[in-house]
């Protein structure tokens, strides 16, 4: 009797024992469970906070595309995503733009119509194709119309964990412009957009892009520029990991690439692109060669071809000129003395523009005169071929002549008679390929969209597309090459430029 109630005790003990231990793991289960809920439950509050940030709403005048990003998808791969900067990053820079003194010239009444300008009559003599896209923009407007057109992008994108690139619309030529020497603004921007969640969680700002519509010599002070011009951002830290599209590189392997000054032609349509390239195709050119410009008063050396071009242009029978006077403020270099319709008028009626450096190695002329049909003649490698690499052919001899200038400033070469000396139908030939070129160096109306065409924008924005790939795959993109270096493809010799290899000297 007695074991068996100790039996009984140890088997009841037994159980106890096995109920608490039970109990125990349970407890230890539920209070596991209890703590997998709570990380849960941080865990999809800390997605929902990312999300919260990561897509920041765009306005409400851009249009968004929202493709699922599949095999199908026809913006697969090209997505961007626009930054909604603060308005005091563009929107309020031209609103003030009037109450900023002389600085802005003739800017500040040009941006209308979506950064185009004042609308060009043609009701007298016919000088445009009357059907609209002619417009007095400024060589400047370029932050304005971009920033109008990427509004239109049709893969534009609110969710920027698709974006192959991000847009910073940042109006850096027109704040140049206002506060001349001044990189307040910039550095502003620059904390902004380093402290957005897309610079650190995606590509430190190697996807991220920005349009400064000036030459790049205007963002990268050095030492020898003087208080009250330029200003550093090209030079900033985080500036370098972006691409900055400016009117002309440096050429230093850095962070600006060079995309073509705006001109007056921004058609609605691919109907409008046609009939101007066929309206130029059937052009009646009764001038050799055209100059439209003026001379440059204390200039580098390197640049000082220009007045021997203007000297020649004035000596010979063959070349017609427009002499031009600079209009009044930093805002504005562009010729004011004669109306677009005289300038293009005059371009349309010549076979060859004369494309020598002015202030700085390139000039809006040379997008002028090509969507005039006129062939540009080109003095030194850094006016055109060593910029504007998007937009323009590597082969520079298919669509422009080059005549060193070295050749005219110390050998007294004559333009007109390497002009001369080109057989007619490679000068047909030079034409046609600079007519094919139009599309690719003009702006469409940022109100409209072309359908088929692709513009200077478009080139811009897939050249873009491709860089930052590139550098996902760990390439190294520079945005020139060095101003030393010649491109292929340049002939040394004016005398052997186009004359049969039978003809030339062997001397």
């Known amino acids: 009797m007695q074991l068996s109630a100790a039996s009984s005790i140890g088997q009841q003990q037994t159980k106890t024992a096995r109920k608490a231990g039970v109990g125990a793991r349970t407890r230890r289960t539920a209070g596991a469970k209890g703590k997998a809920r709570l990380l849960a439950a941080l865990a999809v509050i800390a997605w929902t906070f990312f999300l919260y940030l990561h897509f920041p709403g765009l306005s409400d005048t851009v249009q968004v595309s929202r493709g699922n990003g599949g095999a199908d998808d026809p913006c ?82 609110n969710r920027s964990v698709m974006a192959a690139a991000i847009f910073v619309p940042f109006y850096a030529g027109f704040d140049f412009a206002r506060h001349h020497g001044s990189a307040a603004t910039s550095k502003e921007l620059m904390v902004w957009v380093t402290g ?92 050799l060669m055209a100059f439209v410009g003026a001379t440059r008063r204390d200039t580098p050396v390197s640049t000082q071809v220009r007045d021997h071009v203007i000297a020649q242009c004035k000596a010979s029978n063959a070349c017609a000129m427009l002499g031009c006077a600079r209009s009044p403020g930093a805002g504005s ?15 349309q009626k010549a076979s060859f523009c004369l494309q020598p450096p002015g202030d700085s190695w390139t000039r809006r002329s040379v997008f002028d005169a090509m969507v005039a049909g006129c062939i540009p003649v080109f003095f030194h490698t850094a006016s055109a071929y060593k910029q504007y690499r998007w937009h323009l052919p590597k082969d520079h001899l298919s669509y422009s002549v080059y005549i060193p200038d070295t050749d005219v400033q110390q050998r007294n070469v004559s333009i007109e008679a390497v002009l001369r000396s080109i057989p007619p139908a490679m000068v047909v030939r030079l034409r046609e390929e600079v007519i094919k070129l139009i599309p690719t160096v003009i702006y469409a109306d940022p109100r409209s969209r072309l359908e088929t065409i692709k513009d200077a924008f478009d080139v811009a924005v897939e050249c873009i597309l491709d860089k930052v790939e590139r550098i996902k795959k760990g390439e190294f993109v520079g945005s020139g090459r060095p101003v030393s270096e010649d491109p292929p493809n340049l002939y040394m010799s004016t005398e052997s430029a186009f004359r049969p290899k039978s003809s030339v000297s062997k001397e």
């Open 76 to 157: 697969r791969g090209r997505y961007i995503f626009m930054y909604n900067l603060p308005p005091h990053f563009n929107a309020d820079i031209i609103r003030d733009c009037d109450k900023t003194g002389d600085h802005w010239g003739g800017l500040c009444a040009s941006l209308g119509n979506a950064g185009l300008g004042p609308p060009l009559d043609d009701r007298t003599d016919g000088v445009f194709t009357g059907e609209g896209g002619w417009y007095g923009t400024n060589q400047f407007a370029l932050d304005v119309i971009f920033h109008n057109r990427m509004k239109q992008y049709e893969c534009l994108t």
């Open 333 to 347: 270099a562009q010729c004011h003395t004669h109306t677009p319709a005289t300038i293009m008028r005059l371009l």
């Open 196 to 287: 957005q969640p897309q610079w650190a969680w995606r590509m430190w700002g190697r996807d991220h892009f920005l349009v400064a519509g000036r030459t790049g010599s205007d963002f990268r002070r050095s030492s020898n520029v003087g208080p009250g011009r330029g200003n550093d951002l090209l030079g900033m830290p985080a500036a370098r990991n972006m691409s900055v599209l400016v009117l002309e590189s440096t050429l230093q392997h850095g962070s600006d690439y060079s995309v073509p000054y705006p001109t007056y032609f921004h058609p609605r349509s691919d109907a409008g692109v046609l009939r101007w390239q066929d309206r130029v195709q059937g052009q009646r050119r009764t001038w």
